[in-house]
């Protein structure tokens, strides 16, 4: 398991609910309870009591008491990101003494005169706070504004090889491959490997002022420079797959839409239902709004390092 007694500990949350019941949401059910009521719970809430219990474990204290910073916005979902309750976020984090960085999607035109917006007045609540940025012309857009933030690059930007099929025991087919355990070694450490292994890249990023950056704690394990030019946000449990800007869960409510309406009223089904891919021998995985994400409570091996580690106890979406 992970070793993270002495990182920074962050909490990821979407929703202003989760911000206002943030001691709660932090803090597992009491045993006696939980052995009565986990059982049949959704798999999310069980992945979130099991995933507190291993915390406390590994942390040695209360997540609620370990953590320094909670993320707060929306990864994938423009639609979604609570540009409304920022001030109320700011205020709530602030009175218990955590600090907090704002987490901004991926935007298309339509979205952008939410975003820009949001961003600006984040600035003004949290003067030289960080936003969690996952598209480079959001980027742009703040460098070209000179607004007072410093930018962390998402995981969504990190170039990594997400797939619920990764990690399981990799096939050791003796009869076909020469050498069949090198092979699957071998494979293991490519499919580690992350864009910032690429030297250039990450004095692309020098030159954008951007030092930090995202990534999740894949199941595969993940291989992160020793170069001491950047540092890392580790996510866990859950690990972002992939996503796109047409939502197939509107379908849901008018059929006749077709099965991913582009431009139809949004009514937060994400926050109604979810879809699960089936499958055997892959990691459970789950599709909510626009994205899907799978539970990795036991992550490969993690080489290089990372200084924060950034804990999720609900599906970010």
Same mark, same amino acid.
């Given at each position: 398991m992970l070793s993270i007694k002495e990182k920074e500990i962050c909490v990821m949350l979407s929703d202003i609910s989760d911000i206002r019941n943030l001691k709660s949401i932090l803090l597992p059910l009491p045993v006696a309870e939980a052995r009565k009521t986990v059982p049949f719970m959704p798999r999310e809430y069980i992945t979130h009591e099991v995933s507190l219990r291993l915390l406390k474990r590994l942390l040695g204290d209360d997540v609620f008491n370990r953590a320094k910073r909670i993320y707060f916005g929306h990864e994938t979902c423009a639609r979604a990101f609570p540009s409304g309750d920022i001030d109320e976020a700011v205020s709530i984090v602030s009175s218990k003494g955590k600090d907090i960085s704002l987490v901004v999607p991926y935007v298309g035109e339509r979205d952008i005169k939410k975003i820009f917006p949001a961003i600006e007045k984040f600035a003004e609540l949290n003067p030289n706070g960080e936003i969690i940025v996952n598209?480079?012309?959001?980027?742009?857009f703040i460098l070209e504004k000179n607004i007072p933030v410093k930018i962390v690059l998402g995981r969504l930007l990190s170039r990594t090889k997400r797939d619920p099929r990764f990690g399981k025991k990799m096939p050791e087919d003796k009869e076909m491959i020469k050498d069949a355990k090198k092979v699957v070694k071998k494979s293991a450490s490519e499919l580690s490997e992350t864009?910032?292994?690429f030297a250039p890249f990450r004095e692309f990023l020098k030159n954008l002022s951007i030092s930090r950056a995202g990534i999740d704690a894949l199941p595969q394990g993940v291989s992160l420079p020793k170069a001491g030019d950047?540092?890392?946000?580790?996510?866990?449990?859950? $690990?972002? $797959?992939?996503s796109g800007r047409s939502c197939q869960l509107l379908g849901i409510k008018d059929s006749r839409k077709g099965k991913y309406p582009l431009e139809a009223p949004c009514d937060m089904k994400c926050k109604q239902f979810e879809m699960e891919p089936q499958g055997t021998g892959i990691h459970y995985s789950v599709q909510k709004g626009n994205a899907v994400w799978m539970e990795v409570l036991k992550p490969g091996k993690i080489k290089g390092g990372f200084s924060r580690f950034v804990y999720e106890p609900v599906i970010p979406a």
């Open positions: 598209d480079f012309g959001i980027i742009n864009g910032y292994s950047m540092e890392f946000d580790l996510y866990w449990p859950w $690990v972002y $797959v992939t």
